[in-house]
């Protein structure tokens, strides 16, 4: 596992085709909302983000994709039943990471601690960036959609990103610091700061 410098993960400042990883819904009347948002989640079995007042479809997680969330979801839940230091999030839940142009996202797994959520009635969508954000890549998710995420992410305030590739048994670590680290099937992944003391080896991930 070797310490990298990671470029800059910012999207394209041009406005290219979408990639064929998603489907973009054309536009109401008025722009979408979190309504909109909340309305076609619950009416079909697809996932849709909205991506700077961009609505995108995204097809079902594959069945490799679903066990290695499952195998992070279990290794999460595992720690914080010892270590109660926040909660933990599935993929279904969205969160805001921008109010203007809107941008809502739901990754796989998500964590955040305690002081940073919300007390009393809690919106929808939570109005923050979690602190630990996992991304499990789909065979057809393409680099440019995958740096789009990244950017998001860490712009809007998460401390720590891992994004998982099945194929290649890889995890790619992003941290606020732009620090980038690549960990390999003999690696132990390391929650740091955000889950001190946090330790899942890729040999049980991937094996």
Partial sequence: ???L??????????????????TVLAAPAQAWTEADLLRLGHADHYQYELVRGELR????????????????????????????LGEGYTG??????????????SPDLAFIRTERLPTGSRPAFLPLAPDLVIEIVSPSEQAR??????SDYLTAGTRLLWVV???QQQVH?????????????GDTLDGHEVLPG??????ALFG
Avoid at 57 to 84: D, I, T, W
Avoid at 92 to 105: K, V
Avoid at 173 to 185: D, K, L, N, S, V
Wanted: proline share 12%; aromatic share 10%.
């Fill in 1 to 3: 596992m070797s310490p």
């Fill in 5 to 22: 410098t990671a470029p800059p993960a910012t999207p394209a400042t041009a406005t290219p085709a979408p990639p064929s990883d998603y």
């Fill in 57 to 84: 479809q995204m097809s079902p997680a594959n069945s490799v994709h679903g066990n290695l969330e499952f195998r992070l979801a279990v290794a999460l839940g595992k720690y914080l039943e010892q270590h109660p």
């Fill in 92 to 105: 279904d839940t969205g969160f805001q990471l921008s109010a203007e142009p809107l941008t809502i996202r």
């Fill in 145 to 150: 959609t995958i740096a789009e995420k990244v």
């Fill in 165 to 167: 590739y099945p194929e």
């Fill in 173 to 185: 670590e992003y941290r606020a610091a732009q620090a980038f680290r690549i960990y390999t099937i």
């Fill in 198 to 203: 946090f330790r899942f080896a890729l040999a």
